[in-house]
């Protein structure tokens, strides 16, 4: 087996990083709600600007899969349903004997049918199912013909799902549809582009995007104040084509930071805990309710810093979580094996 590349396996450390940073910002209630819009200019500056950034998270994920490739096989799809199903009962477990959660055998049950796994797992599953055919499609197709299909799903997607709004379908980016896209971009990219990329200096791609963030917030801002929200939520869209730009810009960074990790890969690997735990439909309540508490007790400032440190706090928690889940993976494993 291929050891797995550290610097994008970091990529994808950071990239779920963002995830609860931006599910935190959410919990704000932000920048429609009263919370944060009551500390001023400055704390809309800095919730911005920590918005614009992650919002290139789920992409990243994506462009990452299809980067290198899906390959399925049953013992990947059994491991990541399995992972999705312990971590999902180890949360519930918790919950009831916490207290907070009564007992039931259909909340049981929801734990082992992908219930409680939230929109991106179901998703990048269908992600998952299709990748054979994604993939023969870019193994057997020239690069003309990518080019034609790519420009006319996001030509697509730009019309219709980010300007217009008009299809159910693409869900802002919350949908497998976006994935399928993200999927053929990264493989086109790398497969036909990255020869050609690689004679650019990779902080070009760190500036770009940086430089798309800088311009979200103050497009964004600027459309927020002057003539309501609208604009500045659609400008961070996952299906918006500064966001899709703005992701490959970093994956592209990333790419040049080549090195090896055994601890970067190991963390890694557990990463989709994170998002399973703070995303059980039971315990997301508790993450919101913590992050406001962190924010609105310190002054704008300390309570940015507060709550940045509090998502490392619980990141490390739901790795915790993922490493009994590993060990349960591998006493089924031997238990099988016999």
């Known amino acids: ?23 935190a910002l959410g919990s704000l209630a932000w920048p429609k709600g009263a919370l944060a819009h009551a500390d001023g200019p400055l704390a809309h500056l800095l919730l911005s600007t920590l918005q614009s950034v992650s919002i290139v998270a789920v992409n990243v994920f994506v462009l990452i899969s299809g980067w290198f490739g ?28 916490a207290k907070e959660e009564p007992f ?81 971009l990264a493989q086109y990219v790398r497969r036909f582009e990255l020869t050609r990329l690689r004679t650019y200096h990779r902080r070009i791609f760190l500036l770009l995007y940086l430089g798309i963030a800088g311009v979200m917030v103050a497009a964004g801002s600027a459309a927020y104040f002057a003539c309501g929200i609208d604009i500045f939520h659609r400008l961070m869209y996952y299906t918006s084509p500064l966001v899709v730009v703005q992701s490959l810009a970093l ?11 055994a601890s970067v890969n190991r963390i890694a690997a557990c990463c989709l805990a994170v998002y399973l735990v703070h995303q059980y439909p039971a315990l997301r309540p508790f993450y919101n309710n913590l992050c406001i508490y962190v924010y609105t007790h310190c002054a704008p400032l300390p309570g940015i810093a ?33």
């Open 251 to 261: 994956l592209l960074y990333v790419e040049r930071l080549s090195f090896q990790s």
């Open 104 to 184: 039931s055998l259909s909340a049981l049950g929801a734990c082992f049918t992908l219930g409680q796994t939230g929109w991106f797992v179901k998703s990048y599953l269908v992600l998952f199912i299709l990748s054979p055919v994604l993939n023969s499609y870019v193994e057997h197709t020239d690069r003309h013909n990518q080019q034609r299909v790519l420009l006319a799903f996001y030509l697509f997607q730009t019309l219709i799902d980010w300007v217009f709004n008009l299809d159910a379908d693409s869900q802002r980016g919350y949908s497998a549809l976006s994935f399928i896209g993200l999927y053929l």
């Open 1 to 23: 087996m291929k050891s797995r590349q550290s610097n994008f396996e970091l990529l994808r450390i950071l990239a779920m990083y963002m995830v609860l940073l931006l599910h």
């Open 70 to 97: 899906i390959r399925p096989t049953l013992r990947s799809a059994t491991k990541l349903l399995f992972q999705c199903a312990f971590v999902c009962v180890v949360v519930y477990a918790s919950l009831v004997v």
């Open 306 to 338: 507060g709550l940045l440190l509090l998502l490392c706090l619980i990141y490390v928690a739901c790795i915790g979580v993922d490493i009994l889940r590993q060990w349960a993976w591998r006493g089924c494993l031997k238990l099988f094996n016999k």
